[in-house]
């Protein structure tokens, strides 16, 4: 199944948190797949990060949350991308207490990347995301956590 | 009169524990080793200690980080903390507070007492202390951009409280340029953040004696991603910024010098780690003395705090970060720390249990009480390896030093300052993070239980679990504090509080204060200051 273009993912921080440095090494392993990376960075809101992922038209979306903030946050970025019409699969990275991942999957997440996740966990993960996105939904699954 | 005749001396003046201080078998150990000439703690250049007698006098602090939900749940952990043999206190805030913004601004939803405790007021401050007499306990609060705002607070409740301001004794961490360089929790551009920081270490020198007003944070950098190199480096050149920040702002070096302090991280290459803390103590004594004039001898004496390294715990089989932080905290105490954060073994997951907070702080107490490492000062000084490592150390931070200062033209803190501004700091910490992570990927490191000895118990323990309800709960006490304020006061305390941060000669400190007493809110004090000083945006690059 050749792909028509590389796979393009939107990372970003959404609300206050500024701990960037698995965000970033995300990128570099992402690129280096040969996956393209549109880098929004930090202090973003659902619906900055809505409105780029569609202007960037992208695959997927990353999000990194280091802030215990995450049954608030994704719940809207997934509210958000829904509402520009192309629900776009959103996986969450970073700290997610087992106990929260429930929660998770049902909001609609597709897949959470934990603390310890491997380059091969991080690449397969987003492009079964982006497979999830142009076949639909599939249950949602973790790695490395 | 030899260089161990001259230690003996100090020695001799200093107040000591109670001993034997032997070894199990009953060997009598004396308070260092070395030869007549060799450096020696508490004497030029630090290199081994900056006391004479080290833990001989006093154990380090056993400061645990504490902070979550709201500011009474917090009160209750650092009662607990204290009752099980805790010394000093430590306040973790949550994001928005970090960030200077309110309970109820719209960019604080979700995060409200998450990551720690809630503090919008001066009554929540009086909240989070009530029962702990400020005179008597030395308190630690991790904050920075809103650094000014919560310390203006905190002296409000002395204040309130009647405890005298020269009687408070601990530590703000009000170290900004770190924040631009790697936990990235600015708001204001780097000039007028410096300004601020300023005005905090000039208040300090003039009315908080015990206080230090700074804590030169390299624990950050690290977490980021830095190398120790790059911790070692990067904060001594903030603390060399700062210096001279608080030299233009016209105090004099041994007015402020005392009163700095330090941050480091213990991670998890133990000699490497202890070598960095020994570098640390040496270069900062030359360059006070030679470059900044120095004479007083505190103004010499690189004193720090550690916490064990967050970024080295694992999600996978979390018990094994019990020997991780053990080890680690060993470094530090070997490496001669003035107090110390042992992190809790399931971190990597969520906040602390109580139960995981109490396992480590009990690792520092086996450290403290079992060992026996605390008897002799730098037990390591004299290891070839480690004098080695520390020699090369302070060889690779030189370097780092002489190309800031190229870049600022001979000043530190317009080389510091011109680095934020091109993103240099933050390349050079994300080029060490990738590469760290493709040693993972290639099995040049193995980190055990994530691409090593992965079979075993995985489960995860039970975490802190922090109600959603305290958002509400806050929310609710801050509408009740703004319903109940003089209003008048507070707009004339806003007012006041501008037009003094357009004229960067005063100093914000007494404004500040006033505006806390009259329960001006954290969002209200830092909205205003970024309606003066603007608002800083990173430079973009990945």
Same mark, same amino acid.
């Given at each position: 199944m050749g792909e028509a273009r590389p796979i393009r993912v939107l990372l970003a921080k959404i609300?206050?948190?500024?701990?960037d440095r698995g965000l970033r090494v995300v990128a570099r392993i992402l690129r280096d797949a040969g996956i393209e990376v549109v880098f929004a960075g930090l202090r973003q809101t659902p619906e900055m990060v809505a409105a780029a992922a569609m202007q960037e038209d992208v695959d997927v979306v990353g999000v990194s949350m280091h802030n215990g903030a995450h049954l608030t946050i994704a719940p809207a970025v997934i509210e958000a991308l829904r509402t520009t019409g192309r629900p776009i699969p959103l996986v969450v990275g970073g700290i997610v207490p087992d106990a929260d991942l429930p929660a998770m999957q049902e909001a609609g997440v597709a897949a959470i990347l934990g603390p310890g996740a491997s380059n091969e966990e991080v690449e397969a993960t987003v492009r079964r995301a982006a497979r999830s996105g142009a076949e639909g939904p599939e249950p949602a699954d973790q790695h490395g956590g | 009169m030899t260089k161990r005749d001259e230690w003996e001396a100090s020695y001799a003046r200093s107040p000591l524990r109670a001993?034997?201080?032997?070894?199990?078998?009953?060997i009598p150990l004396e308070g260092v080793y070395g030869p007549d000439e060799a450096e020696f703690p508490?004497?030029?250049?630090y290199t081994r200690g900056p006391y004479a007698s080290m833990y001989r006098s006093r154990l380090w602090t056993m400061r645990q980080f504490a902070g979550f939900g709201t500011a009474e749940d917090t009160n209750r952990r650092f009662k607990d903390l204290l009752e099980a043999g805790g010394s000093g206190l430590s306040t973790a805030f949550d994001m928005p507070t970090l960030l200077g913004?309110?309970? =109820? =601004?719209? %960019? !604080?939803k979700g995060e409200v007492g998450r990551a720690g405790v809630a503090i919008d007021t001066q009554v929540d401050m009086e909240t989070l202390f009530d029962g702990i007499s400020l005179g008597s306990v030395s308190t630690s609060m991790t904050i920075n951009s809103a650094a000014a705002v919560i310390m203006a607070m905190y002296i409000g409740v002395a204040d309130k409280t009647a405890?005298?301001?020269?009687a408070l004794s601990g530590t703000i961490?009000? $170290?900004?340029?770190k924040e631009y360089q !790697? #936990?990235?929790?600015?708001?204001?551009?780097?000039r007028p953040s410096v300004r601020l920081v300023a005005d905090l270490i000039r208040f300090a020198a003039a009315e %908080?004696?015990?206080?230090?007003?700074?804590? /030169?944070?390299?624990y950050h950098i690290r977490e980021a991603g830095s190398t120790a190199t790059q911790e070692l480096a990067f904060t001594l050149a903030n603390g060399f910024a700062y210096v001279e920040a608080a030299l233009r702002s016209?105090?004099? /070096?041994d007015e402020f010098g005392p009163r700095l302090s330090f941050f480091f991280n213990a991670h998890i290459d133990f000699f490497e780690e202890i070598a960095k803390y020994r570098a640390a103590r040496r270069i900062w004594a030359r360059w006070m003395r $030679?470059?900044?004039?120095?004479? =007083?001898?505190r103004s010499l004496q690189l004193r720090f705090h550690t916490q064990t390294a967050?970024?080295?715990? &694992?999600?996978?089989?979390?018990?094994?970060n019990l020997a991780r932080v053990a080890i680690e905290a060993l470094a530090g105490v070997l490496g001669g720390t003035q107090s110390l954060h042992t992190d809790a073994y399931d971190e990597a997951l969520a906040l602390p249990t109580d139960r995981a907070a109490r396992l480590a702080l009990r690792t520092q107490q086996v450290i403290a009480?079992? &060992?026996?490492?605390? #008897?002799? !000062? $730098?037990?390591?000084?004299?290891s070839w390896y480690v004098e080695s490592l520390t020699d090369e150390l302070e060889k690779r931070a030189e370097a780092i030093f002489s190309h800031l200062e190229e870049t600022g033209s001979g000043s530190m803190l317009d080389g510091v300052v011109a680095c934020i501004d091109d993103g240099w700091f933050c390349r050079e910490i994300a080029d060490a993070a990738y590469e760290f992570q493709s040693k993972l990927a290639a099995g040049q490191w193995i980190l055990v239980g994530v691409?090593?000895? &992965?079979?075993g118990d995985d489960r995860h323990p039970p975490t802190l679990y922090i109600d959603p309800k305290v958002e509400a709960t806050q929310l609710a006490r801050l509408a009740e504090v703004k319903q109940g304020r003089e209003n008048d006061e507070v707009r004339r305390s806003l007012a006041r509080l501008r037009a003094e941060a357009? =004229?960067? &000669?005063?100093?914000?400190m007494p404004a500040l204060i006033e505006a806390a007493a009259c329960h001006v809110t954290v969002g209200e004090a830092m909205s205003t200051l970024e309606g003066v000083f603007g608002t800083w945006l990173e430079p973009s690059f990945v």
């Amino acid at each position: 199944m050749g792909e028509a273009r590389p796979i393009r993912v939107l990372l970003a921080k959404i609300g206050l948190d500024g701990h960037d440095r698995g965000l970033r090494v995300v990128a570099r392993i992402l690129r280096d797949a040969g996956i393209e990376v549109v880098f929004a960075g930090l202090r973003q809101t659902p619906e900055m990060v809505a409105a780029a992922a569609m202007q960037e038209d992208v695959d997927v979306v990353g999000v990194s949350m280091h802030n215990g903030a995450h049954l608030t946050i994704a719940p809207a970025v997934i509210e958000a991308l829904r509402t520009t019409g192309r629900p776009i699969p959103l996986v969450v990275g970073g700290i997610v207490p087992d106990a929260d991942l429930p929660a998770m999957q049902e909001a609609g997440v597709a897949a959470i990347l934990g603390p310890g996740a491997s380059n091969e966990e991080v690449e397969a993960t987003v492009r079964r995301a982006a497979r999830s996105g142009a076949e639909g939904p599939e249950p949602a699954d973790q790695h490395g956590g | 009169m030899t260089k161990r005749d001259e230690w003996e001396a100090s020695y001799a003046r200093s107040p000591l524990r109670a001993g034997p201080f032997e070894t199990m078998s009953g060997i009598p150990l004396e308070g260092v080793y070395g030869p007549d000439e060799a450096e020696f703690p508490g004497r030029w250049p630090y290199t081994r200690g900056p006391y004479a007698s080290m833990y001989r006098s006093r154990l380090w602090t056993m400061r645990q980080f504490a902070g979550f939900g709201t500011a009474e749940d917090t009160n209750r952990r650092f009662k607990d903390l204290l009752e099980a043999g805790g010394s000093g206190l430590s306040t973790a805030f949550d994001m928005p507070t970090l960030l200077g913004r309110d309970s =109820d =601004d719209p %960019l !604080a939803k979700g995060e409200v007492g998450r990551a720690g405790v809630a503090i919008d007021t001066q009554v929540d401050m009086e909240t989070l202390f009530d029962g702990i007499s400020l005179g008597s306990v030395s308190t630690s609060m991790t904050i920075n951009s809103a650094a000014a705002v919560i310390m203006a607070m905190y002296i409000g409740v002395a204040d309130k409280t009647a405890v005298e301001r020269a009687a408070l004794s601990g530590t703000i961490q009000n $170290d900004i340029l770190k924040e631009y360089q !790697a #936990q990235k929790e600015y708001v204001f551009p780097p000039r007028p953040s410096v300004r601020l920081v300023a005005d905090l270490i000039r208040f300090a020198a003039a009315e %908080l004696p015990r206080w230090h007003p700074v804590s /030169i944070s390299g624990y950050h950098i690290r977490e980021a991603g830095s190398t120790a190199t790059q911790e070692l480096a990067f904060t001594l050149a903030n603390g060399f910024a700062y210096v001279e920040a608080a030299l233009r702002s016209g105090l004099g /070096i041994d007015e402020f010098g005392p009163r700095l302090s330090f941050f480091f991280n213990a991670h998890i290459d133990f000699f490497e780690e202890i070598a960095k803390y020994r570098a640390a103590r040496r270069i900062w004594a030359r360059w006070m003395r $030679d470059r900044y004039g120095a004479r =007083d001898p505190r103004s010499l004496q690189l004193r720090f705090h550690t916490q064990t390294a967050g970024v080295s715990l &694992t999600a996978q089989q979390p018990e094994v970060n019990l020997a991780r932080v053990a080890i680690e905290a060993l470094a530090g105490v070997l490496g001669g720390t003035q107090s110390l954060h042992t992190d809790a073994y399931d971190e990597a997951l969520a906040l602390p249990t109580d139960r995981a907070a109490r396992l480590a702080l009990r690792t520092q107490q086996v450290i403290a009480e079992e &060992t026996g490492v605390a #008897q002799v !000062a $730098d037990p390591l000084g004299g290891s070839w390896y480690v004098e080695s490592l520390t020699d090369e150390l302070e060889k690779r931070a030189e370097a780092i030093f002489s190309h800031l200062e190229e870049t600022g033209s001979g000043s530190m803190l317009d080389g510091v300052v011109a680095c934020i501004d091109d993103g240099w700091f933050c390349r050079e910490i994300a080029d060490a993070a990738y590469e760290f992570q493709s040693k993972l990927a290639a099995g040049q490191w193995i980190l055990v239980g994530v691409n090593g000895y &992965t079979e075993g118990d995985d489960r995860h323990p039970p975490t802190l679990y922090i109600d959603p309800k305290v958002e509400a709960t806050q929310l609710a006490r801050l509408a009740e504090v703004k319903q109940g304020r003089e209003n008048d006061e507070v707009r004339r305390s806003l007012a006041r509080l501008r037009a003094e941060a357009a =004229d960067p &000669t005063i100093n914000l400190m007494p404004a500040l204060i006033e505006a806390a007493a009259c329960h001006v809110t954290v969002g209200e004090a830092m909205s205003t200051l970024e309606g003066v000083f603007g608002t800083w945006l990173e430079p973009s690059f990945v």
